[in-house]
């Protein structure tokens, strides 16, 4: 079948053009790079429409498959480079490639100055064919394999300028918190192996069904499995790398630590949602672990003062809230708030990037204000993609974030709880930064306020189409209460079937309690918009300046509660403290002790014996006769 | 023939040597190391993917004492010749840049050392395998003693006490099982198999531990291995290469060929012991790693945490385990031969290997540093790196053993990223320094060295299924042997 070859050619297209770009031919101008990285996200982008199409117009149900070749097979141990494309994986692709895309374009003018224009390219065209093989894989090895290769290229990109030890050190704290989420997940999809004798998601899902609701064996491998979705989407407690990541080029930021790297959590999950069906216990300990990442993250975000400090916190956050929607077993709308904040937050980091542009690199809110007159573009595309994030309708984290509050209720009102004050925080944090940015007057300093421009159109025009989808892209999922259909919904349907019918019939809320709900946290999240609006464009405040001590409450927020460092304190102390202590006692003086030790026993020894060796005949006779006596002796007994 | 020319050319090479021109020894050696290959390639196509072993030859030697001239290849043996005959010319290939004196023995020697290496791989005698085995520790002795580096006499003196004293405990195995042959005594492996699986379960014990303290010291395995760090460390760069690439990996053969089917029983009583140490060593060796200020000590700890997890999927006696051990000693070669040099790259631009004295590399040097990223990718073994197919067979068969475990020994993922990546780091990337700022990157001759180790890593990571298909028979034969002995003799 066509469309089945066609697979294939979608993960290969970005591949091709990272090593034509890195290995081919190295004197590329930039024009030529900038044409084919972004022409090869292009073309997958082109062909994931196309089978979008194709599974839209296919009866429910229906998912393609193609097989490259055998990978890794031995024994009773099987696994192939083969790809699935079902309704999941096509929104997936239809998000890795179309918002990479456009942040490939808008890398082409943020990045035009560097001088390692091409290898930047070349990151990013490999991180989108790890990222397609993350979510095209028909197995659960071949998405480890994106899943590592994505994380790879995190740590290229977060270090990418690595003349600055501190953004390397950032990009190793990357790559080791991700491994440890990864071993959690190895030992999961191992423990899937050894019980299911297969690890290719059909089967496996297949015979998943004939086990009980609650099963021990489910639940090992949901809770393995969520250890790597910790890791890699930044939840509690392994959270911390996010924010540090920044350090990376700003487009970084908007493709790989918000738009799609960090949201492979929520595909893995909504991946098993049968596995995840079948384990209360593991959906448990995902909506626990979402909501104090949601709740926690958005506390420090409110004290940030660094731009994309904060939309990393948020990110950290809203993962939370997605995270707390798959808990309570709401798969789709997990997948929607996904789509959208990849929309808002990618076009809230390219915002930001566009700011640090202008403002000669700073990225401080408190060294900014005022630039609505500089940047109108910027400020419009931004101010829509903080609507949309604070959730205000009709723009897109409306309906994705109404929804998660809505199944948060039918799950428990304390749940629900927790995710509305998460989400009305966002509202505050994020206007508080749009207000510190955009509004009032300058507070830079007249040499970077001369250098103030509005971005090239290669940066603008991304901006706006994802302002454009932050602004509608909602409606692909209006609820039956403000009488839509959920398209959305209706697409995914085929891959949540079977836990739907696991879980029984979800308790919808009525139509009543349902607009209750959404005017409340409408009403709360305007108060919440006034509130800042009044600290911060009419009292003109400005967050304390470096140095001046902070009190309390404040200063625990603004230390980001001194996780960091409690790492350090009880994790990598320790094990350097341990290492010294195995190198200079246990290895040298006591392992190394008894084998010389040894050594100087046998030499002893010899020493003594050669005294034996006198030359006296007469000794030699005697000490024969006494050995063959005892010789004999001892055989006789035996 | 085959066989025993594959033995024998390099010594021949060696011997036709001695006559030549000290300036010709280099290219010499490395024509006959590249011959050699070409012989491995011819057999590799002559073989069939089979359980049966191949190009058998099989003559008296001494008749009297029923010791035979046996060899012959099989899967298992393919593989370990395959790696030898490979990183043999890559090695010799790597040191073209030095001038060592007089290179007519250092290179004769390095030629003798392979002959004795193909000599382990391939004897199905097991006095042949004895003398092979100890053949092969004197030309690596002198290589180490002569062109070795500060301290070389005592490090030297101690490897090799410590790694003779290994072999005579296991020769008194094999003569026991020897004299446990029936009739006329024999070495031939068969015999000596028959003669090991009929002892009764306290004497299999006894002769396990005699066979496995030879081939843990060889490897090493925790806590045999205090010798190794100081040997690769003082070794010139080929010794070590041909140490960690290639001569470690006759400890563990020796365990497949030469303990498992032997002792079926005396596995069986103590595998979870060998498991434990093997396990422990991969925690605390990656540990001392990460303490490592010198880099070709950390890489050489980072050995002994690669070689555990060989040795502990090897020991669970699963299939997939086994072949995990087979594909990841391939891999392991590779990896540390191309980390071996890219360290020496380092001395030799820098005069120092101490990762704090480095740094800032990167800035003038980027095809050293995709090279060194990628050998690096290898060893954390990240997926579609040769390192990845091995680890994830071996952690999986450690975790089917016990869950409990396989998860210790998967802590080599993670620690094993601190102590690469921190290398990585503190040599490449930031600011360079006086020592560095001038880094010449990577020229021709180390790039034909440089290219096919990057080359073999991802092609090995992406498309293993040619390698696991050569042992993959062999070692499912090698399986139904034991479990079908253990499950009879329960």
């Given at each position: 079948m066509v469309m089945s070859e066609l697979i294939g050619l979608i993960p290969l297209a970005p591949l091709l053009g990272f090593l034509f770009i890195g290995f081919v031919n190295k004197d590329l101008t930039k024009g030529w790079v900038a044409t084919i990285a972004c022409g090869a996200v292009l073309a997958s982008f082109a062909m994931s429409v196309a089978l979008f199409f194709n599974l839209l117009n296919s009866p429910a149900g229906t998912s393609l498959t193609f097989t490259a070749f055998d990978w890794i097979s031995t024994g009773n141990f099987s696994v192939a480079f083969s790809f699935l494309v079902d309704p999941l994986s096509s929104i997936m692709m239809l998000i890795i490639t179309g918002v990479g895309f456009l942040i490939h374009v808008y890398s082409v003018g943020y990045m035009y100055h560097d001088d390692g224009f091409r290898r930047f390219f070349m990151y990013l065209n490999l991180f989108i064919f790890f990222m397609l093989l993350l979510v095209m894989g028909s197995n659960y090895l071949l998405m480890f394999v994106g899943w590592e290769g994505v994380g790879l290229c995190s740590y290229l990109l977060i270090g990418f300028w690595f003349k600055n030890q501190d953004y390397n050190d950032a990009a190793k704290k990357a790559f080791i918190m991700n491994r440890i989420g990864d071993l959690g997940l190895i030992l999961g999809v191992i423990l899937i192996f050894v019980h299911f004798g297969s690890i290719n998601y059909a089967d496996v899902f297949s015979k998943a069904v004939d086990y009980p609701v609650g099963s021990e064996?489910?639940?090992?491998?949901?809770?393995?499995?969520?250890?790597?979705?910790?890791?890699?989407?930044?939840?509690?407690?392994?959270?911390?790398?996010?924010?540090?990541?920044?350090?990376?080029?700003?487009?970084?930021?908007?493709?790989?630590?918000?738009?799609?790297?960090?949201?492979?959590?929520?595909?893995?999950?909504?991946?098993?949602?049968?596995?995840?069906?079948?384990?209360p216990l593991a959906l448990e300990i995902v909506v626990v672990i979402g909501l104090a990442t949601a709740l926690f993250a958005a506390t420090i975000a409110i004290a940030q003062n660094d731009i994309k400090k904060v939309l990393a916190y948020s990110t950290v956050s809203q993962l939370g809230l997605m995270f707390a929607a798959l808990g309570v077993g709401a798969f789709t709308t997990g997948i929607f708030h996904m789509a959208t904040h990849a929309f808002f937050k990618a076009l809230l980091f390219l915002g930001a990037g566009s700011v640090i542009h202008a403002?000669?690199?700073?990225?401080?809110?408190?060294?900014?204000?005022?630039?609505?007159?500089?940047l109108p573009i910027t400020?419009?595309?931004?101010?829509?993609?903080?609507?949309?994030?604070?959730?205000?309708?009709?723009?897109?984290?409306?309906?994705s974030k109404d929804e998660i509050l809505a199944n948060a209720f039918g799950h428990s009102q304390i749940v629900w709880g927790v995710a509305a004050l998460a989400s009305i925080l966002t509202a505050f944090y994020m206007f508080r930064l749009f207000f510190l940015t955009f509004s009032g007057t300058s507070r830079a300093s007249e040499e970077v306020k001369h250098h103030i421009h509005e971005s090239p159109k290669s940066m603008t025009i991304p901006l706006i189409v994802l302002a454009v989808l932050s602004a509608v892209g909602g409606f692909m999922g209006v609820?039956?209460?403000?009488?839509?259909?959920?398209?959305?919904?209706?697409?995914?349907?085929?891959?949540?079937?079977?836990?739907?019918?696991?879980?029984?019939?979800?308790?919808?809320?009525?139509?009543?309690?349902?607009?209750?709900?959404?005017?409340?946290?409408?009403?709360?999240?305007?108060?919440?918009?006034?509130?800042?609006?009044?600290?911060?464009?009419?009292?003109?405040?400005?967050?304390?300046?470096?140095?001046?001590?902070?009190?309390?409450?404040?200063?625990?927020?603004?230390?980001?509660?001194?996780?960091?460092?409690?790492?350090?304190?009880?994790?990598?102390?320790?094990?350097?403290?341990?290492?010294?202590?195995?190198?200079?006692?246990?290895?040298?003086?006591?392992?190394?002790?008894?084998?010389?030790?040894?050594?100087?026993?046998?030499?002893?020894?010899?020493?003594?014996?050669?005294?034996?060796?006198?030359?006296?005949?007469?000794?030699?006779?005697?000490?024969?006769?006494?050995?063959?006596?005892?010789?004999?002796?001892?055989?006789?007994?035996? | 023939?085959?066989?025993?020319?594959?033995?024998?050319?390099?010594?021949?090479?060696?011997?036709?040597?001695?006559?030549?021109?000290?300036?010709?020894?280099?290219?010499?050696?490395?024509?006959?190391?590249?011959?050699?290959?070409?012989?491995?390639?011819?057999?590799?196509?002559?073989?069939?993917?089979?359980?049966?072993?191949?190009?058998?030859?099989?003559?008296?030697?001494?008749?009297?004492?029923?010791?035979?001239?046996?060899?012959?290849?099989?899967?298992?043996?393919?593989?370990?010749?395959?790696?030898?005959?490979?990183?043999?010319?890559?090695?010799?290939?790597?040191?073209?840049?030095?001038?060592?004196?007089?290179?007519?023995?250092?290179?004769?020697?390095?030629?003798?050392?392979?002959?004795?290496?193909?000599?382990?791989?391939?004897?199905?005698?097991?006095?042949?395998?004895?003398?092979?085995?100890?053949?092969?520790?004197?030309?690596?002795?002198?290589?180490?003693?002569?062109?070795?580096?500060?301290?070389?006499?005592?490090?030297?003196?101690?490897?090799?006490?410590?790694?003779?004293?290994?072999?005579?405990?296991?020769?008194?195995?094999?003569?026991?099982?020897?004299?446990?042959?029936?009739?006329?005594?024999?070495?031939?492996?068969?015999?000596?198999?028959?003669?090991?699986?009929?002892?009764?379960?306290?004497?299999?014990?006894?002769?396990?531990?005699?066979?496995?303290?030879?081939?843990a010291i060889k490897m090493p395995i925790f806590p045999f291995h205090t010798w190794q760090p100081d040997t690769y460390h003082t070794a010139p760069t080929q010794g070590t290469m041909l140490l960690s690439g290639i001569m470690l990996k006759m400890g563990i053969f020796g365990v497949i060929r030469w303990l498992l089917p032997v002792v079926p029983l005396g596995v069986k009583e103590w595998a979870s012991t060998a498991i434990v140490l093997s396990v422990i060593g991969i925690v605390y060796a990656s540990c001392l790693a990460i303490a490592q200020r010198d880099l070709k000590r950390l890489i050489a700890y980072s050995s002994i945490a690669h070689v555990g997890l060989i040795a502990a999927g090897l020991f669970t006696l699963n299939r997939i385990g086994m072949q995990g051990a087979m594909i990841q000693m391939v891999s392991h070669g590779v990896v540390i031969?191309?980390?071996?040099?890219?360290?020496?790259?380092?001395?030799?631009?820098?005069?120092?290997?101490?990762?704090?004295?480095?740094?800032?590399?990167?800035?003038?040097?980027?095809?050293?540093?995709?090279?060194?990223?990628?050998?690096?990718?290898?060893?954390?073994?990240?997926?579609?790196?040769?390192?990845?197919?091995?680890?994830?067979?071996?952690?999986?068969?450690?975790?089917?053993?016990?869950?409990?475990?396989?998860?210790?020994?998967?802590?080599?993922?993670i620690l094993g990223a601190v102590y690469m990546l921190r290398s990585f780091q503190q040599t490449m990337l930031g600011e360079a320094n006086a020592r560095t700022q001038n880094f010449i990157d990577i020229g021709l001759n180390e790039k034909i060295v440089l290219y096919p180790i990057v080359a073999l890593i991802i092609l090995i990571g992406v498309y293993p299924a040619p390698l696991l298909k050569i042992s993959e028979a062999a070692v499912e034969n090698l399986h139904t042997i034991i479990t079908n002995y253990q499950a009879l003799n329960q």
């Open positions: 064996i489910i639940t090992w491998i949901t809770i393995l499995l969520f250890v790597g979705a910790i890791g890699k989407s930044a939840q509690i407690p392994l959270y911390t790398w996010l924010p540090d990541a920044m350090a990376g080029p700003t487009p970084v930021s908007a493709l790989i630590h918000a738009a799609t790297m960090v949201t492979a959590g929520v595909y893995m999950i909504a991946r098993n949602n049968i596995l995840y069906t079948l384990s403002m000669s690199n700073e990225q401080d809110i408190r060294q900014m204000g005022g630039l609505r007159k500089y400020f419009a595309t931004f101010l829509i993609g903080t609507l949309a994030i604070a959730g205000i309708p009709p723009f897109a984290g409306f309906f609820p039956e209460v403000l009488g839509g259909g959920h398209a959305l919904n209706q697409f995914l349907a085929p891959v949540f079937e079977t836990s739907q019918k696991i879980a029984g019939e979800h308790h919808h809320l009525d139509h009543s309690t349902e607009f209750i709900l959404m005017g409340v946290i409408v009403g709360v999240t305007f108060i919440m918009i006034f509130i800042a609006y009044t600290l911060y464009v009419r009292s003109k405040r400005i967050p304390t300046p470096e140095g001046v001590a902070l009190n309390g409450a404040h200063k625990l927020v603004y230390h980001k509660y001194y996780i960091d460092e409690v790492y350090h304190t009880i994790v990598v102390k320790p094990l350097y403290f341990i290492s010294k202590v195995f190198d200079t006692v246990v290895e040298k003086l006591f392992i190394d002790g008894i084998v010389n030790g040894t050594g100087r026993l046998v030499t002893w020894g010899s020493k003594t014996l050669r005294l034996v060796q006198t030359g006296n005949t007469g000794f030699y006779i005697f000490a024969m006769v006494i050995s063959i006596i005892i010789l004999l002796v001892t055989k006789s007994l035996i | 023939m085959l066989t025993t020319l594959l033995i024998f050319w390099p010594l021949f090479g060696a011997l036709i040597l001695l006559a030549l021109d000290s300036r010709m020894a280099k290219p010499w050696a490395l024509a006959v190391s590249l011959i050699e290959f070409a012989f491995f390639l011819f057999t590799v196509f002559s073989f069939q993917p089979d359980a049966s072993t191949q190009f058998v030859t099989n003559v008296p030697w001494i008749q009297s004492l029923g010791i035979n001239y046996y060899v012959g290849i099989d899967g298992i043996s393919m593989l370990m010749v395959l790696l030898t005959t490979l990183l043999t010319p890559l090695i010799i290939l790597s040191s073209f840049k030095n001038n060592y004196e007089n290179p007519v023995s250092f290179y004769g020697l390095i030629l003798t050392m392979e002959m004795a290496l193909v000599g382990v791989f391939v004897a199905l005698d097991g006095f042949l395998f004895y003398i092979f085995w100890e053949l092969a520790l004197i030309p690596i002795y002198f290589i180490c003693l002569r062109w070795g580096g500060v301290n070389r006499g005592a490090v030297t003196l101690k490897f090799f006490i410590y790694t003779l004293a290994g072999s005579l405990v296991m020769l008194v195995g094999l003569l026991y099982l020897y004299y446990q042959t029936p009739g006329q005594h024999s070495f031939a492996v068969e015999a000596l198999y028959a003669a090991g699986q009929q002892l009764p379960s306290s004497t299999q014990g006894l002769i396990f531990w005699a066979l496995f303290l030879a081939f031969v191309g980390l071996f040099y890219i360290i020496d790259i380092v001395f030799s631009r820098t005069s120092t290997q101490e990762i704090a004295s480095l740094g800032g590399i990167r800035n003038s040097a980027p095809l050293f540093t995709t090279v060194f990223v990628v050998v690096m990718l290898g060893s954390v073994a990240l997926p579609l790196t040769s390192g990845f197919v091995g680890e994830f067979l071996l952690i999986n068969s450690i975790f089917q053993f016990n869950g409990w475990i396989g998860a210790i020994a998967g802590l080599t993922m």
